[in-house]
């Protein structure tokens, strides 16, 4: 008889405020948050779980809420985390612009708190842009360096993309820890 095993992981979502961190694990998750801890230290969780081979996976993820005041709780919100999702948004704007800037910023963070993990990237709000016209040298560059696991494009508003992106991450830890 095959004996079930249970995984527990947890993953932090990352990245400049309003690129679409918190609609998109809503998105995915289709669930509510514990909003109450957003006001205490600065983040909210929300859970998820799946099967895969007969095996359970608990998610937790964590979203963080703004960046000021909440340095002192950094390594807490980092804390045996294993793996992160940077998000950045696509819009042709200041916050776009700025958004993508910061991902190596964002990236420096998780490495000092989190060591090797995988790492992924999401570039959000592929549904305000065309699609055709995005820099993918500029986004594969940085993906290369910064030695990212994979990128996406994903919207959070039409899910374009976005339960292909989490699963790649999940399957990514599952096979990873089973094989321990
Ligand atoms: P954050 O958690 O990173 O701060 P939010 O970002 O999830 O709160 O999203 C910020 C705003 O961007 C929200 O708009 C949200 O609806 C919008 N948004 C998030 N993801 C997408 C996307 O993929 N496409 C589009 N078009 N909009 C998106 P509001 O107006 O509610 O503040
Ligand atoms: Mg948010």
Not at 5 to 16: A, T, Y
Not at 115 to 143: H, M, R, S, Y
Request: aromatic content about 14%.
């Amino acid at each position: 008889m095959k004996i079930s095993e249970e995984f527990r992981f947890k993953i932090v979502v990352i990245g400049d405020g309003a690129v679409g961190k918190t609609s998109l694990i809503k998105k995915f998750t289709k669930g509510t948050f514990e909003k109450d801890y957003v006001k205490t230290i600065g983040a909210q969780f929300s859970k998820y779980n799946r099967e895969i081979n007969g095996d359970i996976i608990r998610l937790i993820f964590w979203d963080i809420a703004g960046q000021d005041d909440f340095n002192f709780l950094t390594h807490l919100f980092y804390k045996e985390s294993k793996a992160a999702i940077i998000v950045y948004s696509l819009e042709e704007n200041e916050l776009g612009r700025n958004s993508f800037t910061h991902i190596r910023n964002w990236h420096e963070v998780v490495e000092k708190n989190c060591g090797n993990i995988p790492v992924v990237l999401f570039a959000n709000k592929v549904d305000l842009v065309n699609e055709n016209t995005i820099n993918t040298t500029n986004i594969q560059k940085l993906v290369e360096n910064l030695n990212f696991l994979k990128f996406f494009f994903t919207s959070a508003k039409t899910g374009e993309g976005v339960v292909d992106a989490f699963n790649v991450i999940i399957e990514q830890l599952y096979f990873k820890f089973k094989s321990l």
